[in-house]
């Protein structure tokens, strides 16, 4: 009684084999490719190798540093709380030294940053 009837979308499922093919025709090309140049392989592939790693360790380090730039520049630190405050937009040179100077006056930092309309 229970059969299960499916909806085929039979150009969606036509795409996906004809990628499902051509992708199964280039690791093919590949592997041949592979078998007729074991030699250059042999001399090339640890040059290659270190290659993909140096630049994925350049690539991991600048994401990194982009990381620590927008934390630095879109967050800030109450140490009172133990708390980072985000921010709509990086403060000016001005802003923080308004902001020490309140501070220094004994005003909390989430007021100030609320004063000065600046947290997101």
Known sequence: MNERIDIVDFKKE?????????FEAKMKDVKDW????????????????????????AVGRQAKLRKEKDLKDLYCYDRSLGHYWR???ELSNAEWVE???????GERL???????????
Do not use: F, W
């Open 14 to 22: 036509a795409r996906r084999r004809e990628r499902k093919e051509k």
């Open 34 to 57: 592979i078998n007729d140049n074991r030699e250059l392989l042999l001399i090339l592939g640890p040059a290659a190798i270190g290659a993909v790693t140096t630049g994925a360790k």
């Open 87 to 89: 921010l709509r937009r």
């Open 99 to 105: 902001i020490d100077k309140r501070k220094n006056n």
């Open 110 to 120: 989430a007021d100030i940053l609320s004063e000065l309309k600046v947290l997101k």
